[in-house]
């Protein structure tokens, strides 16, 4: 595993990131992004690296001032199983924490694989309620689905709600 580089993405990753994504939108794993919001949120992005080539990635988004979201978390087929991707939620983490966040969510049919990394599922009300308000005004899809927001719930079906306290 010494091979693998964790870095910031750039927006030369950008294409090669939606490359790795298009396999998992298509067996609903992950929701599709558009290029041009992933060339948006590219200072959002780890990618995970292995000889020059792109072989995973993850990011990091801010939902309020406590707490961040986990987003598109992958890895390439042939590299599962190695710890890669524990290895970008640690990067991520440690993001999080300089950021000044103290917890983490995620929205996942991987509920193994974040327990492992300390994520536990979550009910509904995770923020107060002066803070709920203050999110409903969002246009992020991400947040939506972090409030469980009735419009999102086709996209979030079969998915468990977690977070991790940091």
């Not at 993001?95 to 327990?115: D, H, K, N, P, W």
Request: charged letters at 25%; one cysteine or more.
């Amino acid at each position: 595993m010494s091979d693998i580089v964790i870095r910031s993405a750039r927006t030369d990753d950008v294409r090669t990131m939606s490359a790795l994504l298009e396999p998992l939108v298509e067996r609903r794993i992950l929701l599709g992004k558009e290029l041009v919001s992933l060339y948006e949120a590219v200072q959002e992005f780890v990618v995970a690296e292995s000889d020059g080539e792109v072989i995973g990635c993850g990011a990091l988004h801010v939902i309020w001032k406590d707490i961040g979201e986990v987003r598109t978390l992958l890895v390439r087929e042939d590299r599962l199983h190695q710890g890669i991707g524990g290895r970008i939620v640690e990067v991520l983490e440690a993001r999080a924490i300089e950021l000044g966040l103290t917890r983490l969510f995620c929205l996942t049919f991987e509920v193994s694989f974040f327990t492992r990394h300390g994520f536990a599922p979550i009910g509904e009300h995770v923020v107060d309620p002066d803070v709920y308000a203050q999110l409903l005004r969002s246009p992020d899809a991400g947040v939506a689905e972090f409030l469980d927001l009735a419009h999102v719930k086709p996209n979030t079906l079969g998915n468990t709600r977690m977070l991790k306290h940091l």
